[in-house]
């Protein structure tokens, strides 16, 4: 069955943290992985990774994408009160336009 | 460009009601995917419409329902609602099928 899965699910830290989330995914015909930050509303995007080994920067946020371990990881430095949210993680597949989401990693950024 | 947009933002239902969303897609975006979210559930995929055909359509029950549009907006409906509907519901468009999506801002519903 295909699955996505983040951890952790949840995590705490404080201002000027360092943090890494995880996202492991088992999909037939995989396509692509994306990265959402979900705060009150619909969710943002963040990246979408294709190709393995090539990370993607934006700012304090990075990710990079292992295809070979069928996982990536968010990271994001010097944390901020703003970064506090709902990260998604969504592997999209060739076959559909079904997007099989993470139950997301819950970030709480203390001040 | 505008994005994607949805109505109405916010929505009150008793059960056994029915009720239609709507969504516009991002100009020239032809691909319009609905997607219903709860507490704890993540992100769940309910169809897909591309050039006024369902293409793709999730794990619901035919309660839901939707269509699309020559202009390529779209239209959920969902008739005889239960408690257990209350989500937001959110509408994602894109160029093509199988490309980026964009998400709108949602509607969330919420059955008495």
């Known amino acids: 069955e295909d699955k996505v899965v983040q951890s952790p699910l949840s995590l705490v830290v404080h201002e000027g943290d360092t943090v890494t989330l995880n996202c492991s995914y088992e999909?037939?015909?995989?396509?692509?992985l994306l990265w959402y930050k979900q705060e009150k509303k619909a969710p943002t995007f963040l990246f979408m990774l294709?190709?393995?080994?090539i990370e993607k920067k934006s700012g304090r946020l990075s990710s990079i994408l292992d295809k070979k371990e069928l996982s990536s990881i968010l990271n994001i430095t010097a944390t901020q009160t703003g970064d506090s949210a709902i990260y998604l993680c969504?592997?999209?597949?060739?076959?559909?336009?079904?997007?099989?989401f993470g139950a997301g990693t819950r970030l709480t950024v203390k001040p | 460009k505008a994005g994607v947009t949805q109505t109405p933002r916010y929505l009150i239902k008793t059960r056994g009601q029915q009720v239609t969303l709507s969504c516009s897609p991002i100009s020239g975006h032809r691909s319009v995917s609905w997607y219903q979210q709860t507490p704890g559930q993540g992100l769940q995929f309910l169809f897909e419409?591309?050039?006024?055909?369902?293409?793709n359509k999730g794990n619901f029950p035919g309660r839901f329902s939707g269509r699309q549009f020559s202009n390529s907006r779209s239209e959920m409906n969902v008739s005889t609602l239960e408690l257990g509907d209350s989500a937001l519901y959110l509408c994602?468009?894109?160029?093509?099928?199988?490309?980026?999506?964009?998400f709108g801002p949602g509607t969330r519903l919420t059955v008495l």
């Open positions: 999909v037939t015909n995989f396509r692509s």
């Open positions: 294709t190709s393995s080994g």
């Open positions: 419409y591309f050039s006024e055909t369902q293409r």
């Open positions: 969504a592997v999209e597949q060739y076959n559909n336009n079904d997007m099989r």
């Open positions: 994602a468009s894109s160029l093509m099928s199988l490309d980026t999506q964009y």
